[in-house]
Each structure stands twice: as structure tokens, then as C-alpha cells.
């Protein structure tokens, strides 16, 4: 089992870099392949990153690539979302994911979700 906890979000002007973390407690974190996802009121939650256990590996949906990155420093148990020339578009709820040992791309095969963190992208 494993707990996660998202935090970092916030208002933003466009062009602007918001830092998001995923913060995990249970079992070892190191053993886990996590995403990030995204959610806008009235539209399907949608993949935005993900990373493999030791942190080598890394996957981007095309909307973002070239200005997130997502890393990982497993001995303080978090995930990181550097958002870098964020625009309006990429006003979401950000949300972070958990699956043991296995990679993972939609949502129904990540085991954990933490609560969520608002960003707001305004010009």
C-alpha cells in the first residue's frame, strides 16, 4: 500500500513554471512506476507524464513535451512536475498516480490516486 499527497499548485500568468510534487508514504516507493494526470470540470482526465522506478525512463504526452519534466528522487519518497511556459490550456486539477511494478499509461491500471493540486494558468 501506498499513500500519495500532491502539492506545489497554484496561480500562474502564462509563460510562467509551477512545481509540483507527489509525495508518498507505505511501501517502497522505489518499487513504483508513477503518472501524472490532469482533469478539467466537464472533460476526461488526461495523461501528462509518467516515470519508471528508478527514474531512467520517462513518458510525455505531446501537449507538454518540451516544457514538463518529471522526476524522481526516491529517497525522499517523491515525484516531481517541473512545468515550464505553462499556458491557459494547461489550467487542471494535477494528479498523481501509483502502480506496483508494472508500467502504466491509463487510468484504470494505476492502483493509487492522491487528492489532487489546482493550477491556474491566467494572462
Known amino acids: 500500500q501506498v499513500q500519495l499527497v500532491e502539492s506545489g499548485g497554484g496561480l500562474v500568468q502564462v509563460g510562467g513554471s509551477l512545481r509540483l510534487s507527489c509525495a508518498a508514504s507505505?511501501?517502497?516507493?522505489?518499487?513504483?512506476?508513477v503518472g501524472w494526470f490532469r482533469h478539467t470540470a466537464g472533460k476526461e482526465r488526461e495523461f501528462v507524464a509518467a516515470i519508471r522506478w528508478s527514474g531512467g525512463i520517462t513518458y510525455y504526452a505531446d501537449s507538454v513535451k518540451g516544457r514538463f519534466t518529471i522526476s524522481r528522487d526516491n529517497a525522499k519518497n517523491t515525484v516531481y512536475l517541473q512545468m515550464n511556459s505553462l499556458k491557459p490550456e494547461d489550467t487542471a486539477v494535477y494528479y498523481c498516480?501509483?502502480?506496483?511494478?508494472?508500467?502504466?499509461?491509463?487510468?484504470?491500471?494505476?492502483?493509487?490516486w492522491g487528492q489532487g493540486t489546482q493550477v491556474t494558468v491566467s494572462s
Open positions: 507505505g511501501r517502497t516507493f522505489s518499487s513504483y512506476f
Open positions: 498516480a501509483a502502480r506496483y511494478r508494472e508500467t502504466a499509461m491509463r487510468e484504470s491500471e494505476y492502483d493509487y
